[in-house]
Every structure is written in structure tokens, then in C-alpha cells.
């Protein structure tokens, strides 16, 4: 079978620093994305990593480890507007073969 | 600008008929997808496109059907046949090169 394990809910400071993890198990591997999802709303990509190693985008980076099936989202200075669900997505190969989501983390950034 | 519309953005249907959500993109992709998604939970695949006149089962295809006659356009029908329809639904293109999924602002179907 094909899974991806994120922790459900995650709740942080405003300003701090939060990771969250990732942790998948598929039938193939190509790449790990990050998709955010304010409430009610649609999901946006925030990143993508084929390779091991750290990805940086602004306040936003995103690490890879393909031999532990192992990849974290790192969200520093948060702000409220941060407080939302966030995917992890599994490329399982290349071409047009659709992404294998986990149920997501719900972030909220409290005062 | 570019980018997928779905409508409408909110329905209501009774028991026993059949409603179809529409998709439209402008973004030239070729790939297309659709997803439900229920409260708390991730993004289940119901059908996807990788290319025109062309359409595969995802993990949870009962009861719902689509077409895909023009590059542009994905509709999904829900059918009396699927048994909890009530969701949130999900309409996304890909990106040929890159991979990222473009979503529309999604339709949120209840069933009184």
C-alpha cells in the first residue's frame, strides 16, 4: 500500500519557528510537495524536493531525506496568516500519474 | 489571467438526482484532476485526465463519472448512486514541466 503520515494538528507562537514532518511509504518515489490550505479555500504549492537537502523559500523551507522516506515542511517567523492545513504530496514517478496526499496538519498560530 | 474556474462554488441537491461540477483551465495543461475532500481529512482522488478524450479511475471512483472532450474542460457528474456525496470538491491541472498542481477554488456540494 502507499501512505503518508503527518501529525494532525500542530499549534505554535506567533513568531517562532515550527516543523512539520512527513513521513511517507509508496510503491514509487520521484518527489515530496508541500501544498497550504487556508479554510475553505484551495490549496497552493508552496514547494517541491527531488533531491535530499533543504529547499528555501523566503520564511518557508522544505527538507528531503530519501533514504529515511522522511521530508519536513519549516515555517519560521510565523505570522497568523500561517495559521492554516498543510499537505505533504508524493510524486510517485514522472509524467501526468497523480499525487498521493496526506490528511494534512492544521497549524494554528496563536498571540 | 490564467488559472481554473469551477462552478458553482456552492450547491445543494436533493436525494435520488444527479448534478455535474464544472472545470474549466486556461493554463494549456494537459493533465487534470478531481478530488473530494471531507472535514479533517486530506485530498482523495476520484478521476483524473493526462491527456484529451482520455480518463482513469482514482482511489474513490463509485458512483461519480466524467468526460474530457476539450483540453480545457473536466466535468465531473455525481450520481444518485454515490451514497454520501455531501464534500467538498476539488478541481486541479498540472503543470507539464514542473509537476505543480493548480487548483480552482473548489465546489461545496450538500445533499439535503
Known amino acids: 500500500g502507499q501512505s503518508l503520515e503527518q501529525p494532525s494538528e500542530v499549534t505554535a507562537v506567533e513568531g517562532a519557528i515550527v516543523q512539520i514532518n512527513c513521513t511517507y511509504q509508496t510503491s514509487g518515489f520521484y518527489g515530496l510537495s508541500w501544498y497550504q490550505q487556508h479554510d475553505g479555500g484551495a490549496p497552493t504549492f508552496l514547494s517541491y524536493n527531488a533531491l535530499d537537502g533543504l529547499e528555501e523559500t523566503g520564511r518557508f523551507s522544505s527538507f528531503l531525506s530519501r533514504s529515511d522516506s522522511y521530508g519536513y515542511l519549516l515555517l519560521q517567523e510565523l505570522q497568523m496568516k500561517d495559521s492554516a492545513s498543510y499537505f505533504c504530496?508524493?510524486?510517485?514517478?514522472?509524467?501526468?500519474?497523480?499525487?498521493?496526499f496526506g490528511k494534512g496538519t492544521r497549524l494554528s498560530v496563536i498571540a | 489571467d490564467g488559472g481554473i474556474t469551477q462552478s458553482p462554488k456552492y450547491l445543494f441537491r436533493k436525494e435520488g438526482q444527479n448534478v455535474t461540477l464544472s472545470c474549466e483551465q486556461n493554463l494549456n495543461h494537459d493533465a487534470m484532476y478531481w478530488y473530494r475532500q471531507d472535514p479533517g481529512q486530506g485530498l482523495r482522488l476520484i478521476y483524473y485526465s493526462q491527456i484529451v478524450n482520455d480518463f482513469q479511475k482514482g482511489d474513490i471512483a463509485e458512483g461519480y463519472s466524467v468526460s474530457r472532450e476539450k483540453k480545457e474542460s473536466f466535468p465531473l457528474t455525481v450520481t444518485s448512486a454515490q451514497k454520501n456525496p455531501t464534500a467538498f470538491y476539488l478541481c486541479?491541472?498540472?503543470?507539464?514541466?514542473?509537476?505543480?498542481?493548480?487548483f480552482g477554488e473548489g465546489s461545496r456540494l450538500t445533499v439535503l
Open positions: 486541479a491541472s498540472k503543470h507539464d514541466n514542473t509537476g505543480e498542481l493548480f
Open positions: 504530496a508524493v510524486r510517485q514517478i514522472s509524467g501526468n500519474t497523480p499525487l498521493v
